[in-house]
């Protein structure tokens, strides 16, 4: 396949000959940045601070490129209690957030 014909290969035909190869998608919810001395003395029902709200949008990631945010939400009906994400922003796959 010449490189102009690879560059117009659709996301329909990538689906085609990937969509069965299953993905780990990392969602990331904040970060903390204790000093070494915080991170020594954490225990049980310790509370480690992280640098976003409740309210904020948690990233959604393939290894280290984000590819969508969200909004954490529980699940109803037979998967109650379930975690979920609802995606409120996807990424261009050739461009990004």
């Not at 990538?14 to 940045?33: D, E, H, K, L, Y």
């Not at 969200?70 to 050739?94: F, H, N, S, Y």
């Amino acid at each position: 396949m010449s490189a102009p014909d690879q560059a117009t290969t659709s996301a329909a035909d990538m689906a085609g000959a990937f969509g069965q190869v299953p993905i780990t998608i990392t969602v990331s919810v904040g970060r903390a940045r204790p000093a070494v001395r915080d991170l020594l003395r954490l225990r049980r029902d310790a509370v480690l601070t992280l640098d976003r709200r409740v309210e904020d949008p948690v990233d959604l990631y393939v290894g280290d490129r984000l590819i969508a945010r969200g909004e954490l939400t529980e699940l109803d009906g037979d998967q109650a209690g379930q975690l979920a994400v609802r995606l409120t922003e996807v990424a261009d796959l050739k461009e990004g957030l």
